[in-house]
């Protein structure tokens, strides 16, 4: 089943509460956290997280885009995060992150820019829920879904079924109609996707039409 995240990035911040109904029927809403050191941008930090959580019944799925997520990524899990992404090129100790967030009752998922590789990460991948391959590069929504990608999204799902594991394979930068298909085709699950969904002129609507895309592009290729 293929799930669809909207990324709140492209919504309205002074009406959160309101734009996660606009997309009521989403799999999950998607957080990007950014620390303006990871990446030149800033958004929002725990206590949004934690009133977003108590104004919403859609499942938290908390992307950081933040350096020492080893310090910071558990009191995400403490404000109500379902699922948290640390990003692999800022965790010190990316095995027992993972593992806390477990422990803490999150899923642990961990994500890689477009220039980190796949394999350096093999053995770690059954410590983790999901793998987030990002199609662009993290920072702002909006941009140009990055094409190169797509082959580190297939070798990826090679991985996970080499090993025969349950985790999802999330794609977040520029899914849209015009590139969710090519994405679920490589092997992608999960499909984040901000400004599809929020400049539609019903976002609850884009989901449901980005949804049952990806679907027939994964049954199409099976
Ligand atoms: C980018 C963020 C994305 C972003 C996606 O750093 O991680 O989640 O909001 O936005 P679109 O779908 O507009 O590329
Ligand atoms: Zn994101």
């Not at 089943?1 to 709140?8: D, E, G, H, K, R």
């Not at 009133?51 to 799925?61: E, F, G, N, Q, V």
């Not at 996707?193 to 049954?219: C, F, I, K, T, W």
Request: charged fraction near 25%.
């Amino acid at each position: 089943m293929a799930q669809i995240n909207p990324s709140i990035l492209s919504a309205d911040f002074a009406n959160l509460a309101a734009e996660a109904e606009a997309v009521r029927g989403a799999d999950w809403l998607h957080v990007d956290v950014m620390d303006n050191h990871f990446v030149p941008n800033l958004t929002l930090g725990v206590p949004v997280v934690e009133s977003l959580h108590k104004a919403t019944r859609t499942p938290l799925d908390c992307h950081l885009m933040i350096e020492e997520p080893d310090r910071w990524a558990p009191a995400y899990v403490e404000a109500g995060a379902g699922s948290v992404t640390f990003h692999a090129e800022a965790a010190a100790a990316p095995v027992r992150l993972a593992r806390e967030l477990r422990a803490k009752g999150a899923r642990a998922s961990m994500a890689l820019k477009p220039a980190t590789p796949i394999e350096p990460y093999e053995d770690l991948l059954p410590e983790l829920d999901m793998l987030l391959v990002m199609t662009v590069e993290p920072g702002f929504g909006g941009q140009a879904f990055l094409d190169i990608m797509l082959p580190k999204i297939r070798r990826t799902r090679q991985l996970i079924e080499k090993h025969g594991l349950e985790m999802w394979l999330q794609v977040d930068g520029g899914v849209s109609a015009e590139t969710v298909e090519r994405c679920a085709e490589a092997g992608a699950d999960v499909f984040v996707a901000g400004s599809a969904v929020y400049s539609a002129e019903d976002p609850a609507e884009a989901v449901r039409a980005l949804r049952a895309q990806a679907e027939n592009a994964r049954h199409a290729c099976r």
